[in-house]
């Protein structure tokens, strides 16, 4: 059990006295120096031992100091000079005894053993942060930075919606999370909500980024997932005019998209000429790293080992790599979204697209499409229809995705019939589809296609466009 000494006196010392004697665990005993008795608490407990005298007297704190061995000393004094004469008190007798203070005058001593609360600037912190659009952060835990904040999640971020586990959380973590005034337990699966109030630690100029990173509504994407995008090209299963077109089709993604930084991998290199190219085309861009791979490592070792260390938020890919899904199955594992790229590729997006299916999915991916859809300047098609008529009402999806492009300030077109939907967006052209990434979709299909009428599986396996993949929690 430690000993605290405490010595009160002033506007302030009343609230603290009644602030220690609620927080008290028993776990300290408590010598209590004051000069007025409004301080005194009317009920007093038993490890609380009150002394009435004036600090700023030698001897008398001196009998206080002597008559036990204290671990620490709380100072909160109504002047600068009484909180000198105090600190001078002590220290005549006990020269390594740590000692808190509460300093409204801008106290400078160098001592090692005193710790400064700055009385104006808890204040002023305090007043601030009840301010809309401010970080709340831990005054005076740990290293007293800022390492600990809280971060309401504001509707239309591009965090909401998302699963904890799909979030990169580099050099910060999320360790609490609030959610209609309960306290949630933190678990990957979890899906971060509007409104929810979340308790960061981490550096702290990394936790102002990604305060300010929750806070805006779009123009985010590929994070939360990550900062960077990440190509792997395969060339030995593709063309030559396929591999030239994917270098202009990256081009226009690369400049169109948030990123921090591109990595191209290329594996299993079949022609110089073009491996030359690539180098002229990105080579004077500190912005895009080129990695090879000569010793055809494997597309899931490299996977695996590029996006632990690269950052990476979206991996782009070829329709080639789905050809056979037994063996892409592993990046259900990554948890970041696939860009996969169409056949008909010329560098330019026109709209996004989105075919409502089940209501959790799409209620998941639904920041991402507008986020998408802002940074590509594009206007947002959603296809609803049930041709075979479905139970599922949709009324509340489509009214989330109506508010979510008032906040974006982004443009919707609802097409709402019983058409085939595939057969609608057959006719489409230079679009972007946006889709939840399913682990049906990479499972093996039966021979008899018109078996299936998920259009999720159907629209996936789809060459024509490009599509981006984006990952949920299934239910």
Known sequence: MKKILVILDGIVAKKLMKRIVETNTRDNNYDVVYMNDSIVPENKASNFTFYKFDPTSESKLAMVLDKDIHSQVLVALNSKDEML??????????????????????????????????????????MVERLPNIPVMAQNIGLKQGEIMEIKIPFGSSYAYRYIGSIEQRDWKIFGLYRNDQLVNIKPSLILKPNDIILVIGKPTVLMQIYNAIGKSQGQFPMPFGHNIYLYLDMFILSKKRVLDIVEELKYLNKRLKNSKLFIRITRPTNVGILEYIKDVFGKNDAVEIKMDYHDIGMEKLLKSDTKTLDIGMIILANENFKDKSKIKHLLDLKLPIFKLGENLNASIKRTVIILNDINSYEQISPVVFDVASQFKTKTKIFDMDPVGEDEDKTHLLDHFENLSKIFNEKIEIISNDKNPIRELKKQENILQILPLKEGMLNKRLSWKFLYTNPDLISFDMRKFNQLLIPIIEE
């Open 85 to 126: 004469n105090v600190i001078k008190n002590i220290r005549s007798r006990k020269s390594n005894l740590p000692i808190s203070i509460l300093d409204y005058w801008g106290i400078e001593l160098s001592d090692p053993y005193l710790n400064i609360y700055k009385g104006i600037e808890v204040l002023a912190n305090g």
